[in-house]
């Protein structure tokens, strides 16, 4: 799994020959066999349309995925292939523009059909989210300290001691250094990595199942990326949750998810264990993007980008929506109605012509 | 380049000589000279008893329109009855301050308020918060609040009521616009996201961030609404003879303009006076706050 950290030490490169990280194949053969595994979050056939001057937006357009209990699932796409709007649909955060349908299973409930009272009830305290820019998350007249402990009490009634004692304890869980002192300071006071800590520890003032990661770490740079994805993956494990991790860097995406969805246009192309996909990619938008990552491995000094823009979502293409940028494409992709097909256990991609999709070491 | 090292060095030393106020150092001159002319007229007006011993209605016909710096009349007395004009001012402006913060507190509080959920909610509320908003816009204000106290006779109270049912309409606005470029931001998503309710995201989160509009629009609408007091004052729709009040009291000594200037001009230039102070201020604010805001 190694192979795509491309942020300096770089450990040798496998993935050429097609041998994936063995004990990640281990482990996910036993989770497979487990038959008693049953999802946290279940979400079938999601659609999310907004209503533009142009027309209907279809922004998600028929999303199903499954995340299980204290596994990391990513969700990797270009910018407005609506992972975001996924994400964010799940706890029901859309604007009121938005229409959504289909069905989010979370604890034997169909989350889009709860009332908002209800709805409320889950927000913060089953499902956090964190947002992209620690700059403009958290409340700039409120002190940080007031602001976790809010959080704290918003699910729970605690009395003022035992918040500012648990504040301190989150305080010190997300690396905050010297809590007491930081407490009483304001979001400017803070850095950029220290805000996403302080967010961090927001989300999991409530010990939510499942945490909504939503480019964590795109508005941070690089050193401060990797501290906090270590602190994501490490909390993660410790409190037992469920991951959903949205980035368009699959760098990103490579070090931390145990799964990963890829999506275009408002779908999902394709979908499988991260060390499988990094290896034998079944779909060509996925080699595109494999492709247009920097690797140390190879002495290329040019990335190959793929050409062409994403399909408009107001009035998509009947066919595959990869069809026009697509280097496999032939008369019968424009007209094919698309359903991932299973390549394997737990691998399905959105290609017809998947058998001739190649990772080629260029 | 030399200038600008040296001035964020000072800052620095300074924040850190005095924790963490870095802006503490700098005081903003609108914001000092109209809040201690401000408090300074307050303090007479209410302390006036201790300032002056006479009452303000104790009538002396025996010196009727004696010029200011006669020996024990500071400022004169009125014409035709012989009252102290110093202490008629300070009781007077009693009253006039009491409408403008009375008034106004009370509008400041109900338009942002009205404001707040009309943006936050949006939909149905908003639609209909904001056409009565319309209606009321139609007409000028000094005409709506005098329809309102002809309606309910003359009087202080009949005064509070017209300003209060007409003043909130500029908050709500002001608030209204506010709150929906409040609402796109991230904090206020993060706040949805963690399922807070909705008033504690209006009044926690949203409310605090721009409160600074409406406090600076309060300012001059203090102006506006000791203005309006005044004119109906004038127009013998205020406070009833004897109280002092400063437009009532412009209105007595139109009269007496040739022959006792004193008695119509000191109470108009009280009034441009607490107007000064309360414009001052608000300039003031409104520099201290955005500057806040900006960083």
Known sequence: ?362 | MAVEVADSATVLAASIGTGRRSRAGRVNKSLAVGLSLLVLIIAACLGAPLITHYDPTAQNLLIPAAPPFTYGHLLGTDAPYGRDVFSRLLYGGRIDLLIAFGATGVTLISGTLIGLVSGYLGGLADTIIMRIVDVFFAFPFLVLVLAIVAMLGPGLMSLFIAIWAVGWVSYARIIRGETLAARKQEYVLAAEALGYHKGRIMLRHILPNIFSAALIFSMVDAVANILIGASLGYFGLGVPQPTPEWGSMVADGQLYMVSAWWVPALPGLAIVLVGTAFSLTGDGLADVLRRGRAT
């Open chain 1, 1 to 362: 799994m190694g192979w795509l950290t491309c942020y300096g030490a770089g450990e040798p490169p496998e993935v050429g020959a097609g041998q994936p990280d063995l004990t990640i194949e281990v482990a996910e053969q036993l989770a497979e066999d487990d038959p008693d595994r049953q999802p946290v979050l279940a979400v079938e056939d999601l659609h999310a349309y907004f209503a533009t001057d142009e027309g209907v937006l279809r922004a998600v357009d028929g999303v199903s995925f499954a995340l299980y209990s204290g596994e990391t699932l990513g969700i990797v796409g270009e910018s407005g292939s609506g992972k975001s709007v996924t994400c964010r649909a799940v706890i029901r955060l859309l604007p009121r523009t938005a229409h959504s349908s289909g069905s989010i299973e979370y604890g034997g409930r169909n989350l889009l059909r709860l009332p908002s009272s209800e709805i409320q009830s889950v927000r913060g305290d089953h499902i956090a989210m964190i947002f992209q820019d620690p700059m403009s998350s958290l409340n700039p007249v409120m002190r940080v300290g007031d602001q976790i402990a809010e959080a704290l009490s918003a699910h729970r009634r605690l009395s003022a001691g035992e918040r500012k004692m648990q504040t301190l304890e989150l305080m010190r869980l997300v690396g905050i250094p010297a809590p007491k002192q930081r407490f009483r300071d304001y979001p400017h006071q803070f850095s950029g990595g220290m805000r996403q800590r302080v967010l961090i520890a927001i989300a999991l003032a409530c010990r939510p199942r499942i945490l909504l990661a939503d480019e964590p770490t795109t508005a941070l740079d690089v050193t401060i990326q990797d501290q906090i994805l270590t602190l994501l993956l490490k909390l993660r494990e410790e409190l037992g949750m469920s991951m959903i991790l949205v980035s368009h860097d699959l760098a990103v995406i490579a070090e931390t998810c145990d799964r990963v969805a890829v999506m275009y246009a408002g779908q999902i192309v394709e979908s499988a264990p991260t060390a499988r996909l990094l290896a034998r990619p079944r779909h060509p938008y996925t080699v595109g993007l494999l492709r247009s990552l920097p690797r140390l491995d190879s002495g290329d000094r040019y990335l190959t980008p793929i050409a062409g823009a994403p399909p408009s979502l107001v009035d998509p293409p009947t066919g595959c929506r990869f069809y026009d940028r697509c280097p496999l494409r032939e008369d019968a992709c424009r007209v094919w109605k698309t359903q991932l097909l299973e390549v394997e256990e737990g691998h399905t991609t959105r290609c017809r012509r998947h058998a001739q999709v190649e990772l080629t070491d260029a």
